[in-house]
């Protein structure tokens, strides 16, 4: 069988210019910032600067100041959520344990009984959770680290006499072979 060649089409060329693009620049970098700051995803920062998320796509590489002001943001975002939790641990905290039940329910409708599925709250408990002590030292030592420093620094002084070491060179008689 001979082999048939696929036939190579070549496409033509994009014309020139085509439309505006509607990145507005400072403008979308602080609205995509302040989106961002706040632990927007990709879908809600491209709703906050009222295109889609695909056009976000395409944005992000073509405008590094954009990219900057995303990351700039996820990462202020991250780092405050981290502080905080790490605050909280560092001072204790209490949180409900709640219980629930999928439990039938009749009640009475238009046309008579009607059996339904609900969860219950069947129990409510509160936890305290103490104070971490790893978390308060790595607090101190990283907010207030001049006062709560764990590095200790010594600093000695060592007088160590001047060695002169001369050379001598003797003049060994040769051994007889």
């Not at 207030?144 to 000695?156: F, G, I, M, P």
Request: charged content about 30%; proline content about 6%; some cysteine.
């Amino acid at each position: 069988m001979a082999s048939k060649k696929k036939k190579v089409v070549k496409r033509k060329a994009a014309p020139a210019g085509g439309r505006r693009s509607r990145y507005r620049g400072p403008v979308d970098d602080q609205t995509a910032r302040v989106a961002a700051d706040l632990g927007g995803t990709h879908e809600q920062i491209a709703a906050a600067l009222n295109i889609s998320v695909h056009t976000l796509g395409k944005w992000l590489p073509a405008n590094p100041t954009l990219r900057a002001a995303v990351d700039a943001g996820r990462q202020a975002f991250t780092l405050g959520k981290v502080k905080d939790s790490l605050h909280r641990r560092a001072l204790g905290y209490e949180y409900d344990e709640v219980t629930q039940e999928l439990r039938e329910c009749v009640e009475e409708g238009p046309a008579g009984p009607v059996t339904t599925l609900k969860m219950i709250e069947v129990r409510r408990v509160t936890h305290h959770e103490p104070a971490n002590p790893t978390c308060i030292i790595f607090t101190l030592c990283n907010e207030l680290s001049s006062e709560y420093s764990q590095r200790q620094e010594h600093r000695v002084t060592v007088a160590l006499p001047k060695v002169i070491i001369e050379k001598r060179y003797e003049n060994t008689p040769e051994k007889p072979s």
